[in-house]
């Protein structure tokens, strides 16, 4: 079974659109994550959910908003794609924020969604 | 102050070779240094990982070397194989969350 699972895979859309990428775990985890990752493979944290509470907001535009019905699914919708929103979207989960001295703050990644704006 | 720094952007080694690649970092509150290895199409997995008490940790073929005075870090990897070919990211943790370098592209020629 797949840890951290995504849909869709690949997802190309014109500017203007909104769209959403969908998130689930089956780890049991409490916290959830998404990573924008660029051209350049820089891997950036976007936003973190605890329990269903937001607890980082990395200065993402509006435009982007995730939602976390329970703690084992973590949605993004996208309103308004632009150009430089085309990247990979990576989601991740771990059992705690952060380092939590126990080594049970290990994060592990979908696979990936590739957005293509045209 | 959370930035990763990490070198070099791509690293050709031959097979049987050791590869390094090195992270630094500047804030003292990050208490927890992974090692990522993301094939490509593939989500980032994580490979080893250390604590800033312990100076080295040992899995196998890969070596994590912590120097905690000097706020640096590097991964080994020794006796390479093509398989290895990968790009790996150093992270450090902190204000919940993972804070990663911009990552090395390896390539191992057989």
């Known amino acids: 079974d797949t840890a951290v699972s995504q849909t869709p895979k690949y997802l190309v859309t014109q500017m203007g659109n909104d769209k959403s990428i969908k998130c689930e775990q089956n780890l049991g985890h409490d916290t959830m994550y998404w990573y924008k990752q660029d051209s350049k493979k820089f891997l950036k944290i976007m936003f973190s959910y605890n329990n269903k509470e937001l607890i980082i907001n990395e200065t993402v535009p509006n435009r982007f908003s995730p939602k976390s019905p329970d703690k084992a699914h973590l949605n993004l919708h996208i309103n308004s794609l632009e150009l430089g929103d085309s990247a990979v979207y990576f989601c991740?989960?771990?059992?705690?924020?952060?380092?939590?001295?126990?080594?049970?703050?290990?994060?592990?990644f979908g696979p990936g969604t590739r957005l293509t704006v045209l | 102050q959370q930035q990763v720094k990490q070198s070099p952007q791509s690293l050709i080694v031959q097979k049987g070779g050791i590869s390094i690649i090195n992270c630094a970092y500047e804030?003292?509150?990050?208490?927890?240094f992974p090692w990522y290895q993301q094939f490509p199409g593939k989500g980032p997995a994580l490979l080893i990982a250390?604590?800033?008490?312990?100076s080295e940790k040992k899995e196998g073929r890969f070596t994590i070397s912590f120097n905690k005075s000097a706020k640096q870090f590097s991964l080994h990897i020794m006796d390479s194989q093509p398989g290895d070919s990968a790009t790996y990211f150093c992270a450090a943790s902190g204000y919940n969350k993972l804070i990663f370098g911009a990552g090395t592209r390896l390539a191992v020629h057989p």
């Open positions: 804030n003292t509150a990050f208490d927890y």
């Open positions: 250390i604590r800033p008490d312990v």
């Open positions: 991740a989960s771990s059992q705690v924020p952060g380092s939590g001295g126990t080594g049970t703050d290990t994060q592990y």
